[in-house]
């Protein structure tokens, strides 16, 4: 987790920002589960995740959006906001899977007196295979 | 067997027209520090989150609840089952399966505990018939708009889904 804050005028486009990592498994899903009430088979039993004709359980997509969401938290800062999140789900996310969230900015401009940042987000697995690509807007603080 | 152009003949009716507003029991601060907790385990949930002396001090000058926040979860919703979900859910075959292909959330005014979340729902596109490859699928584009208890605006989700 950054602890310095990244100020508007420090970014430039085409810098990546910090990524956001996370090896999953039942113990993840199991607790997203709980905050978003998730129960659902198929993210908790593989037998249930077999049946559905999947090689396993697997994971939320939302769990994967939650996980974008922090990647833009964490590079704004308490002094930022992370204002929009987005992605297409494209691929599964299997048990013990090495989730690697990254962001790249694309796009620098200042909107009603904000500075905001837009970058392109994904999430890859352990295989390279990008699993959800997306959109991110944060707001960061500005030197004046 | 009931042909999935049916089911996109419905949807495309509904195009437009509000389906499934819900609105949130008072947020409290367990299920904040229930979603921090939860989406970032296991390293431990920020400061912000769950302690009210600490989020005082930053720019959102009291605890609230991370960007994502499901103010809907354990709610007690008798009409869970609205809106484009469930059209064709009654039938057998093509159209009745669907699967979340993403979407886009836009947030605004942060979520604070007590505050009371209003959720509406409308359909805003419905695609043609189009083959994928989990056959004839038709794609539904979703808006779903959150307000707090002073109609201020806190997020706006447009989402895509697929029926099949």
Known sequence: MPNETVYWEDVTEGMEIPPFVRKTGLMEWNRFAAANEEHFEYHMDHVAGKAMGFPNAIGMGNLRFAYLHNLLEDWAGEQGRVEVVGCQYRGMNEEHDTLTCWGQVVRKFVENGEHLVELHIGVRNQKGEETAPGRGVVVLPSRG | MPDISEVAQELQAQIGKE??????????????????????????????????????????????????????????????????????????GEGNRGINAGGEATYHAPIRPGDVITSVSKIVEVSNLKTTRLGHSVFVITETRWTNQKDELVRVYRGMGMRY
Request: aromatic residues 14%; charged residues 25%; glycine residues 8%.
């Open chain 2, 19 to 92: 389906y499934g507003r819900r609105v949130s029991l008072p947020v409290d601060k367990s299920s904040i520090r229930l979603w921090a907790i939860g989406t970032r385990w296991p390293e431990p949930p920020k400061r912000l989150y769950w302690d009210e002396e600490y989020a005082k001090k930053t720019p959102s000058q009291g605890i609230i609840a991370p960007p994502g926040f499901n103010p809907f979860a354990y709610h007690v919703d008798e009409e869970r089952m609205q809106g484009p979900s469930s059209y064709g859910l009654l039938r057998t």
